[in-house]
C-alpha cells in the first residue's frame, strides 16, 4: 500500500518558470490537502478539497492553484515561481467522517522546492 | 487570529530521561492533535484528543487535552535514540472539520 506519493522530491526553478507537484493517494481518501513548511514556522495549509471536483482555499493559497478531477490525485501548480515560494511542500489525506472530520491526516514525503 | 504557542522550541535530552512539552492557544479548541516528524519525512499522527480533561496514551507517549480546552501536553517516559524528531501540536482552525493550524514544533534531540 503506498499511501500518499508526491512527485518530484527536490525541484529548483528560476523566479517566473511554472510546474506542477504532483500528489496521489491509494487509500481512497476523500480529502486531500497542500501544506508548505518553513522553518520555525508549522505548518500552513495552501489548498483542500474534500471531493472529486471540490477545492478551497487555506491559510496561504495566493500564487497556488489546484483542481480535483479524480478522487486519487490532487496536483499543486505554481504558475510563475517567486523566491517566496521556496519551501517544503506537504500532500495530505484523510478519511471525512464522524466528529474527527479530517484531522487524521496521511502525509506523503514532501517536496523540496527551490526557486531562484 | 488563532495561533498555537509550543514550548520549548527544542530540548536536549539524555536517553533514559522524561520528556514533557505543550501547545497552549488564546482561543478554545475542541479537538487537540499530536504529530511527530522524523527527518525527511511527513508528519504523522501520534494521538487525536477529542474531551477535555482526556488523558490517552500511546506506548510510551501520553498526552493530555487540558480543562481550560486551550492547552494540550505530551509526555513522553524513557526517552530512546527513536524519538529524535520535531512534534507538531495541531486543532481546527475556527473549528473548521477541514483545516487545521499547527504549532512551531517542538524539536528533540538526544545527546551523545
Known amino acids: 500500500n503506498a499511501g500518499v506519493t508526491q512527485t518530484p522530491k527536490f525541484q529548483v526553478l528560476k523566479t517566473g518558470q511554472s510546474m506542477t507537484l504532483q500528489c496521489a493517494q491509494d487509500?481512497?481518501?476523500?480529502?486531500m490537502s497542500w501544506y508548505r513548511q518553513d522553518p520555525g514556522m508549522g505548518l500552513r495549509l495552501i489548498h483542500y478539497?474534500?471531493?472529486?471536483?471540490?477545492?478551497d482555499q487555506g491559510e496561504v493559497p495566493n500564487g497556488y492553484n489546484v483542481s480535483r478531477s479524480t478522487t486519487e490525485d490532487f496536483p499543486l501548480r505554481l504558475l510563475s515561481a517567486a523566491p517566496s515560494q521556496t519551501s517544503v511542500y506537504f500532500c495530505?489525506?484523510?478519511?471525512?467522517?464522524?466528529?474527527?472530520?479530517?484531522?487524521?491526516?496521511?502525509f506523503g514525503a514532501g517536496s523540496r522546492l527551490t526557486v531562484l | 487570529g488563532q495561533q498555537l504557542n509550543q514550548s520549548p522550541q527544542s530540548m536536549f535530552i539524555q536517553e533514559g530521561e522524561d520528556v514533557s512539552m505543550n501547545c497552549t492557544s488564546s482561543?478554545?479548541?475542541?479537538?487537540w492533535l499530536w504529530y511527530k516528524q522524523d527527518p525527511g519525512e511527513g508528519p504523522v499522527l501520534l494521538i487525536a484528543?477529542?474531551?477535555a480533561g482526556e488523558l490517552t496514551s500511546n506506548g510510551r507517549l501520553t498526552a493530555q487535552f487540558g480543562i481550560t480546552r486551550k492547552d494540550s501536553f505530551l509526555n513522553i517516559s524513557a526517552s530512546i535514540p527513536s524519538d529524535v524528531g520535531i512534534y507538531f501540536c495541531?486543532?481546527?482552525?475556527?473549528?473548521?472539520?477541514?483545516?487545521?493550524?499547527w504549532g512551531a514544533g517542538t524539536k528533540l534531540i538526544i545527546k551523545p
Open positions: 487509500m481512497n481518501h476523500e480529502y
Open positions: 495541531a486543532g481546527p482552525y475556527m473549528d473548521s472539520n477541514y483545516q487545521l493550524i
Open positions: 478539497s474534500v471531493g472529486a471536483g471540490i477545492t
Open positions: 495530505a489525506s484523510s478519511r471525512t467522517s464522524g466528529s474527527s472530520g479530517a484531522n487524521v491526516l496521511t
Open positions: 484528543l477529542y474531551k
Open positions: 482561543s478554545i479548541f475542541n479537538t
